[in-house]
């Protein structure tokens, strides 16, 4: 089954970037011939910026992103909502890519599921 995740909040300050990433991890674990796909949109566009520090004990969206890609996900970066927030793509974490509202058009057609948080 085709899934597509649409994460629109900020990585940090509220927990629905984290919940779609906890979620997109253990659909591709446990779900036999998953396909998940992950397009940031809005100010979730930050959380594929590379280099994030965060305190001890507090989760961190750059390696929950990392794990996602690892297991075979596809991470997609709305690239006005880059642009609009001065993130370039070499600051991308590595395997995310700059998108267009194209290819999420693309995407959601060719979903089974599309989750948005």
């Known amino acids: 089954m085709k899934f597509l995740m649409i994460l629109n909040d ?3 300050g509220t927990e629905r970037v984290y919940n779609g990433l906890r979620l997109a991890t253990n ?9 998940v796909s ?3 949109l809005g100010d979730a566009a930050s959380a594929a910026k590379s280099g994030q520090q965060t305190p ?3 989760y961190n969206v750059e ?8 297991k075979g996900a596809t991470v997609r970066v709305c690239g006005t909502c880059m642009d609009a927030r001065g993130l370039t793509d070499t600051e991308l974490v590595e395997g995310a890519a700059r998108s267009t509202m194209d290819e999420l058009t693309e995407l959601t057609v060719n979903a089974d ?3 948005v948080f």
């Open 27 to 35: 659909l591709l674990a446990k779900s036999e011939g998953a396909v």
């Open 63 to 70: 390696r929950m992103l990392a794990s996602a890609l690892r």
């Open 10 to 12: 900020p990585p940090y």
């Open 38 to 40: 992950v397009f940031l």
């Open 56 to 58: 001890n004990g507090y």
């Open 113 to 115: 599921k599309v989750l």
